[in-house]
């Protein structure tokens, strides 16, 4: 059983940036493919990136690209979202999730077997 832990959430001003850390229970984050997600109250999950075991990386949705940046460091067994110049848009629970058995990111909720409880962000002046 994995278990994920997402951390760095918080309250940030309109156009501050926060770094969110995905970490495992166990060290074994550098075998598995990991996702970002996010919820809003009353929206759907959203997928926000991706970031398979050996570093391939993959952004979903146009309003990603140039703000959000995934990384890993499997010598620390942890994954990180940045994200730069947030707007309220932004207020969101996020999750980490983990891919078991393959390097693909794909976008959908399903792909993932295992996924963290999630950490707030509120983007608030």
Same mark, same amino acid.
């Given at each position: 059983?994995?278990?994920? %832990? *997402?951390?760095?959430?918080?309250l940030?001003?309109?156009?501050? &940036? $926060?770094?969110l &850390? !995905?970490?495992?229970s166990? &060290?074994t $984050?550098g075998?598995v493919t990991i996702?970002?997600?996010?919820?809003?109250?009353?929206e759907e999950? *959203?997928? $926000?990136? !991706?970031i398979?075991? &050996?570093?391939g990386r993959v952004?979903y949705?146009g309003s990603?690209?140039?703000r959000f940046t995934? +990384?890993?460091?499997?010598?620390?067994s942890?994954v990180? $979202?940045? #994200?730069?110049?947030?707007t309220? *848009?932004d207020t969101? #629970?996020y999750? !980490?999730a983990?891919? %078991?058995?393959?390097s %693909? !990111?794909r976008g959908e909720?399903s792909?993932y077997?295992?996924w963290?409880?999630g950490?707030q962000v509120?983007? +608030? +002046?």
């Amino acid at each position: 059983q994995l278990q994920l %832990v *997402e951390s760095g959430g918080g309250l940030v001003q309109p156009g501050g &940036s $926060l770094r969110l &850390s !995905c970490t495992a229970s166990q &060290s074994t $984050l550098g075998a598995v493919t990991i996702g970002w997600f996010r919820q809003a109250p009353a929206e759907e999950r *959203e997928a $926000l990136a !991706c970031i398979t075991r &050996s570093g391939g990386r993959v952004l979903y949705g146009g309003s990603m690209q140039g703000r959000f940046t995934v +990384s890993r460091d499997n010598a620390k067994s942890a994954v990180y $979202l940045q #994200i730069n110049n947030l707007t309220p *848009e932004d207020t969101a #629970i996020y999750y !980490c999730a983990a891919h %078991v058995g393959g390097s %693909v !990111c794909r976008g959908e909720s399903s792909h993932y077997q295992y996924w963290g409880r999630g950490t707030q962000v509120t983007v +608030s +002046s």
